[in-house]
């Protein structure tokens, strides 16, 4: 796993490269953000100074992946089919952009944005990448080891990283290699 150093003038998005198999990339995913939502919450308390538990299943989560423009046609689907059951199965919103002004997203890149409630959120990434497994498939490709790129906020890298890298490792750890 790979983080990028963030740029100012670009909303301080930070890329995570994650690497290996799918169902490790998967595992490696939903960490990071379990993660990232942790801080979030963490934020919240120390500005509103007071505890509240929140359940996976309540808190609001939104995630960046980043995917080749050849293959964002085949993810959406005839008509919008795909998009269209993951937003009607999970309750999300799935939506590809290309975002020119964000120097972290290379030319060939558009970005999926997926929000909703973080274990929806979190369910929804497996159909994307299984969907993505499938379009690597279809063109012939080897998809053995995957390459999933993640923007996230700077703000949020510390945390995730966390000291001498120990959070980030156990990341990799728990995940198997990811």
């Known amino acids: 796993m790979v983080l990028q150093e963030p740029n100012e003038k670009l909303n301080n998005l930070r890329a995570a490269r994650v ?15 379990e993660v990232i939502e942790n801080k979030r919450d963490q934020q919240e308390i120390d500005l509103h100074k007071r505890v509240e ?54 030319r060939d890149e558009s970005v999926c944005l997926v929000t909703g409630k973080l274990d929806q959120v979190q369910r929804a990434v497996i159909y994307l990448l299984k969907r993505s497994r499938d379009y690597h498939q279809d063109q012939k490709q080897d998809y053995q080891d995957v390459t999933v790129r993640l923007l996230i906020d700077s703000k949020y890298t510390s945390k995730l990283i966390g000291s001498q890298g120990c959070i980030i490792k156990e990341i990799a750890k728990k995940s198997q290699g990811a």
């Open 19 to 33: 690497e290996g198999r799918g169902v490790q990339v998967s595992k490696a995913i939903k960490m990071i953000y």
């Open 53 to 106: 538990s929140k359940c996976v299943d309540q808190v609001n989560s939104m995630i960046r992946m980043l995917f080749n423009n050849k293959q964002v046609g085949y993810m959406i689907g005839k008509k919008g089919e795909f998009v269209r059951f993951l937003q009607e199965e999970f309750a999300i919103k799935v939506k590809f952009i290309e975002d020119r002004y964000n120097k972290t997203v290379k």
